[in-house]
């Protein structure tokens, strides 16, 4: 019979490798909390215009790679490939507005996009977003840039680089986009296929193309920071002005454009060389004009989303996999009167918070030593028949081999005395 298998590009994330997202993911809340960002959880499946409109009909996105389906009434509904667009419905829908339009979220979830599945890209994939609602300062810009590179500092990561741009506002982007096409008409015809249909729907995502004859044909080009409106161009300014004085390392990046259509003014990514073509493990912008496009007030809002599966990729890299996920004792009984004394005490130390194991297949001490050595135990507690009649139990510390008795009378607490941190 033909087993059955995940979809490809799906993947399960095993136990044995949660530790390690366990720990990103208390590392970002602690900080974004502190930060006076706030969780919001919202559907996995949204109406399909939601993201049409927002990321862009002409986006890779939008165009090839969402999972979209008719329901059974014939509604259009689309497993969302990015939670931006739909935290502004949110915030649209619920007149957060009206309130108190300054909100700060952060969100984890899972992310569907049928992209071509290699290493660092699955269909499936879980994304870290934060999110900043009702402020235009650009001081903001820079405190989630500076948010990023405080939390990839505290997960030990090294060799990122930030690049950063500013794509200009409705204002001055018209005239970018005229001398950018300009300058790309003459050289059409070493522009790949892509390109020369970007020419008429998106002509500022040839600037990232990584086709060579399109990276030749760009030699030169226009940077659109060069094109910026004076409000755009000192915003930027500021950008920069107070990364530098915080200390956050970033480069000027002109061919750094994104690929959803809702940007406007700073945008950038975290960019590592450790995942092959996939270097973004982060990108985020601002997108001023997002929230009254789907029906709300006009606010400036801004954020960005961190590619968790990139990440604890590059950090497992690094070596910074943690593998110290064993219990801190696991008790060894050796025949019924034992095994049954080891059913209470492991109920009793683990709601007492000492994460302790046992094991009641009634096997040899040998057996369930080598147990205890998988599961990478800290301590073993072995008692059979002889410890009964001797009212005691030997505690073994299975790093130093040292052994200690332990009083049955008084095991629960003198365990938990000793052995919980
Ligand atoms: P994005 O650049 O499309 O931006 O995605 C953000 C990050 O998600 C990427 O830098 C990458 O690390 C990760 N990612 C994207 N696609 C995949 C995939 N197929 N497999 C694994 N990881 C992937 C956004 O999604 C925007 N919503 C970010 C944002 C928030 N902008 C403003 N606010």
């Known amino acids: 019979m033909n087993k059955i298998q995940t979809i490809r590009g799906f993947r399960d994330i095993l136990p044995e490798k949660i530790a390690l ?24 499946v949204e109406k399909t215009d939601l993201f049409a409109r927002s990321i862009g009909e002409t986006t890779d996105i939008v165009e090839k790679e969402m999972y979209s389906f008719e329901d059974r009434s014939g509604e259009k509904l689309t497993l969302r490939p990015e939670a931006t667009a739909a935290i502004c419905r949110s915030y649209i829908q619920h007149k957060m507005y009206a309130s108190n339009p300054v909100r700060k979220f952060f969100l984890f979830g899972p992310m569907f996009r049928r992209e071509r599945p290699q290493k660092g890209r699955y269909r499936q994939f879980y994304q870290i977003d ?50 950018l096409l300009d300058f790309l008409g003459k050289r059409k015809d070493t522009l790949c296929d892509n390109c020369r ?5 998106n002509p500022l995502r040839i600037l990232d193309c990584k086709v060579e004859t399109c990276r030749n044909a760009l030699k030169g080009a226009p940077a659109t920071i060069n094109y910026l409106c004076p409000a ?3 915003h930027f300014a500021k950008v920069k002005a107070a990364l530098e004085t915080q200390g956050v390392d970033f480069e000027v ?24 073509a996939q270097s973004a493990v982060a990108g985020g912008g601002r ?20 590619g968790f599966d990139r990440l604890v990729e590059v950090m497992e890299q690094l070596n910074q996999g943690s593998d110290k996920n064993g219990p801190d004792l696991f008790i060894v009984p050796l ?60 505690l073994r510390n299975m790093d130093t081999k040292a052994q200690t008795d332990i009083h049955l009378e008084t095991l629960v607490p003198t365990l938990l005395d000793l052995l919980k941190k």
């Open 253 to 276: 990046d002109n061919a750094l454009v994104r690929g959803l259509d809702y940007y406007t003014r700073t945008a950038w990514e975290i960019q590592t060389t450790s995942l092959g």
């Open 130 to 179: 934060a999110e900043v609602f009702g402020i235009e300062s650009p001081y903001i810009d820079s405190e989630l840039i500076f948010l990023l590179n405080e939390l990839f500092k505290r997960l030990g990561l090294t060799g990122l680089s930030a690049h950063i741009n500013s794509l200009g506002c409705p204002a001055c982007r018209p005239v970018f986009q005229q001398t």
């Open 197 to 201: 249909v970007r020419m008429k729907k």
């Open 287 to 306: 997108y001023d004009r997002l929230v009254e496009e789907l029906g709300g007030p006009a606010t400036p809002a801004i954020g960005f989303a961190i």
């Open 232 to 234: 755009c161009e000192d």
């Open 335 to 394: 025949g019924d009167a034992a095994l049954k004394k080891s059913f209470h005490w492991s109920c009793d130390l683990n709601t007492a918070g000492l994460r302790t194991d046992t094991d009641f297949s009634g096997k040899s001490m040998k057996a369930l030593m080598k147990r205890a050595n998988k599961l990478k135990a800290a301590h073993v507690l072995i008692v059979g028949s002889n410890e009964l009649e001797k009212n005691k139990a030997i």
């Open 21 to 44: 997202w366990q720990r990103v993911e208390k590392e970002a809340a602690s900080l974004f909390t502190t930060f006076g960002y706030n969780e919001i959880r919202i559907p996995i």
